[in-house]
């Protein structure tokens, strides 16, 4: 007897599909693949939260985390094979704050201009007083130059010509800022080199700080490996571009 099988289907229905056998699965449903890039503490975040409310959420023979030093990113994926798996992305960023004063740039300033950026910035001075002073300098600057020119001649085709020019400003060599390095984070101070270029009349002034670099570089070190930490025992593997 041949096996037959009756379907009946609900009045007005267009389409009907049978399958049988080895095909593959249609999705019915489309699951919401749940992305988010945030700062640096999200992925730590949305793991420590989905596992207090599921233990199970991660598989740790799926999941993994990767993380970029150079891009100062960690990335949490919960099935990377999977369409449809959670990626959370946390980037460190830079401070906005900061850009204006192009530290370590080679950006040139006018000593005027430099001094009204200041005062307008001046909350970030660690000492509101020398920051005032230095503001005062920069928009009445007077530099006092004295240049001398040496020569020397041996008679045996030996010659030579040096220039030494002397400034005598005011203003100081260094000063200090207070203020968050990373977005999000705490404030910090550090120190900010003036390099003043005078040619005649005219002066410039570049602002750089080894302090801030220093500084900055082993704040993202040690916030990323606070972050580390967090998935360090959840027996999900963690791998280093």
């Not at 699951?31 to 989905?50: E, I």
């Not at 959420?57 to 993380?67: D, I, L, T």
């Not at 990113?73 to 204006?100: C, M, N, Q, W, Y």
């Not at 020569?151 to 200090?176: E, H, M, Y």
């Amino acid at each position: 007897m041949e096996n037959k099988t009756i379907i009946q289907l609900p009045e007005g229905t267009n389409e009907f599909t049978f399958r049988e056998g080895q095909a593959p699965c249609i999705r019915v449903i489309t699951p919401v693949k749940y992305t988010f890039d945030g700062l640096l503490n999200a992925p730590g975040l949305f793991y420590q939260k989905r596992v207090a409310a599921n233990p199970e959420y991660f598989n740790p023979a799926k999941a993994v985390v990767e993380v970029d030093y150079d891009q100062r990113t960690i990335r949490l994926l919960s099935d990377p094979t999977h369409p449809d798996g959670d990626v959370i992305t946390g980037k460190i960023f830079f401070e906005s704050t900061l850009a204006p004063f192009h530290l370590n740039r080679g950006s040139v300033w006018k000593p005027r201009d430099l001094g009204i950026f200041l005062r307008r910035n001046r909350q970030y001075f660690e000492d509101k007083t020398t920051g005032a002073q230095l503001v005062a300098e920069l928009m009445t600057l007077k530099i006092t130059t004295n240049g001398q020119i040496e020569t020397s001649n041996d008679d045996r085709g030996n010659k030579s010509a040096l220039f030494t020019q002397k400034a005598v400003t005011n203003i100081p060599v260094t000063f200090s800022l207070n203020m968050p390095l990373l977005s999000g984070g705490e404030k910090r101070t550090f120190v900010v080199d003036i390099h003043l270029d005078v040619n005649g009349s005219a002066v410039d002034i570049s602002l750089e700080s080894v302090d801030l670099s220093e500084k900055t570089f082993d704040l993202i070190i040690r916030e990323m490996d606070e972050q580390i930490k967090i998935f360090s025992n959840s027996g999900i593997p963690i791998v280093y571009k």
